[in-house]
């Protein structure tokens, strides 16, 4: 019964976030959502379309076991699923099981987005055994000479990156486990665009994988030349669209500092810190209000952060027709399936 309040709970918390973003009310309404919770910045790809691999300045960590656990302790009340990833590959934190089983113990849902290679034996029973919800796994090519053209010579063995999907699946049958539910991905770009029709065939039918997904392309803060030269098709998102991020979630780096948006990778845009504040002292702040405001004003080019981004959530604002706004006319690209028109 206690879970099942606290789900109804989290629930309603979504629609009040979701009613002060269409209404535009810049002072918080609800409980804070946490989006993203980055274990790591550590990760050995050198992904072309990632701004890690060009930009990223801030120093490299694990994050504590103090800060997870005040992030998960604070964020219940409204969080009920969380992704533990943001620019680093968390399956290098190695204390990635414990961190899994304290969110899955206090009933939000753990996502994760990693890169197959790194899936060895110990941190598959991890992932099963820690009760990790969803996991999306990244083959960026068919042959691992477009892997590596997209990813890096980390991921220069395709071959590993498929043996390791299997390992999974299997680990998963032998505990008799429905989760983690398995995503294979490949995020399609100038690289790669040429393999997605027979990478498609080759995993669609695959026992044990779940879902398969082409990802479209996002250029993250739209800064970064050689990244937005990789994107195939223009941006189709309205760019009077409000962009829902500040009144809906925020994010939090490994080392406790919270920021607005998964797009943030050099934490530019710092909120304040778990280390020092309270989440709902951040989520009921100043900085996020005065960054509502400037959202809801439309003038963000003083906001490198979002000057120059192709790439946010959202729907068209200030409607009498909410919610209907919300679910017909939605407009999303982070995570956004690619299909041909």
Known sequence: MKVFLGNIGRKLNREALQFAYNWQITRPVGKPVVFQIELTNHCPMTCKMCPRTHAMERPLGYMSDEVFHRIIDQAAQGTSDVFIHHFGDSLLHPKIRELIRYATDRGIRT?????????????????????????????????????????????????????????LIAYRERQASKSPYIIL??????????EVPAWLEKWQNVPGVDRVKVKSYVTWDGTRDEINSLRLEPSKIDPKLVCDKPWT????LWDGRVVPCCFDYDGIM?????????????????????????HKNGDLSNIKLCARCEDKEGYPVKR????????????????????PE
Do not use: C
Not at 114 to 132: M, S, Y
């Open 111 to 167: 996502y994760l987005s990693a890169n197959p290679v790194l899936l060895t034996k110990q941190r598959i029973e991890a992932l099963v055994d820690g009760g990790l919800h969803e996991i999306v796994l990244s083959i960026d090519g068919l042959t691992s000479e477009i892997s590596q053209a997209v990813r890096g010579r980390a991921a220069s063995n395709v071959e590993l990156a498929e043996r390791r999907v299997r390992e």
């Open 185 to 194: 991905q490949i995020v399609r770009q100038r690289q790669n665009v040429h």
């Open 249 to 252: 979630s925020v994010t939090v």
């Open 270 to 294: 710092s909120l304040g810190s778990l280390r020092e504040q309270s989440l709902m002292e951040i989520w009921q702040g100043e900085r996020l209000v005065a960054f509502r405001e400037t």
């Open 320 to 339: 009498l027709t909410y919610p209907l706004n919300r679910f017909m006319q939605s407009q999303s690209s982070i995570g956004e399936e690619w299909r």
